[in-house]
């Protein structure tokens, strides 16, 4: 079935169940029943509202994307220069990973369990840093060419997603101050503002 079938507040509640417990125990050590009974729906409703485990894990991987990019957006809406933004989001994983929720990167978890680049899951998590890459690359189109912008984008993604794995090794204070100081570095290449 699909999205469309029957109470989507019970089908959120199914998601957001899943995603605890996913996050909390891995993709693979949780199983369906586990879900239901943590959920408290019956087989048959989540089967209903998604025919597969995979499917469930794809669509909690991109409910946990809408919500960092809604984050993301709102900082995108912030007047600030292409170096403030971009700082910015670093400061955000800064405060990710003080948080008592921190428990690494959701998606470089799924990562580590869905290896094959065919499998759906490979790819939400594939658009997923894809889509972070993309957002920090085009704030820093505001002041350099494509090219650059691009370069210093990847570089940027490397920096956190270094730092997401150091905070996990509980490391997260120094992770983020070093990987913003890098960040830093990068920025320098800039313009210099007017």
Same mark, same amino acid.
């Given at each position: 079935?699909?999205?469309?079938? &029957?109470? =989507? +507040?019970?089908?959120?509640?199914? $998601?957001?169940? @899943?995603?605890?417990?996913?996050?909390?125990?891995?993709?693979? @050590? =949780?199983?369906?029943?586990?879900?239901?009974?943590?959920?408290?729906? %019956?087989?048959? =409703?989540?089967?209903?509202?998604?025919?597969?485990?995979? &499917?469930?894990? $794809? +669509? $909690?991987?991109?409910?946990?994307?809408?919500?960092?990019? #809604?984050?993301?957006?709102?900082?995108?809406?912030?007047?600030?220069?292409?170096?403030?933004?971009?700082?910015?989001?670093?400061?955000?994983?800064?405060?990710?990973?003080?948080?008592?929720?921190?428990?690494?990167? *959701?998606?470089?978890?799924?990562?580590? +369990?869905? &290896?094959?680049?065919? #499998?759906? $899951?490979?790819? @939400?998590?594939?658009?997923?840093?894809?889509?972070?890459?993309?957002?920090?690359?085009?704030?820093?189109?505001? %002041?350099?060419?494509?090219?650059?912008?691009?370069?210093?984008?990847?570089? *940027?993604?490397?920096? *956190? +997603?270094? %730092?997401?794995?150091?905070?996990?090794?509980?490391?997260?204070?120094?992770?983020?101050?070093?990987?913003?100081? %890098?960040?830093? &570095?990068?920025?320098?290449?800039?313009?210099?503002?007017?």
């Amino acid at each position: 079935m699909s999205a469309s079938y &029957g109470n =989507t +507040e019970k089908r959120q509640h199914i $998601v957001e169940t @899943a995603y605890a417990l996913f996050k909390r125990e891995g993709f693979h @050590a =949780t199983g369906i029943d586990r879900i239901i009974a943590e959920a408290g729906v %019956a087989k048959m =409703t989540l089967y209903r509202h998604f025919p597969s485990k995979d &499917g469930l894990t $794809v +669509e $909690v991987l991109a409910w946990r994307a809408r919500r960092f990019d #809604h984050q993301l957006d709102q900082l995108a809406e912030l007047d600030a220069t292409p170096e403030q933004k971009i700082l910015t989001i670093f400061d955000c994983y800064g405060r990710w990973f003080q948080s008592p929720d921190f428990h690494g990167c *959701l998606f470089a978890h799924a990562l580590a +369990e869905f &290896g094959d680049p065919t #499998h759906p $899951v490979f790819k @939400a998590v594939a658009d997923q840093k894809h889509g972070l890459k993309t957002r920090m690359r085009r704030i820093l189109e505001a %002041a350099l060419p494509e090219d650059q912008a691009e370069s210093i984008a990847s570089a *940027l993604l490397m920096l *956190l +997603e270094g %730092a997401t794995l150091l905070a996990q090794m509980g490391q997260g204070e120094t992770a983020i101050r070093d990987a913003r100081n %890098a960040a830093l &570095g990068l920025l320098a290449k800039l313009p210099a503002r007017q």
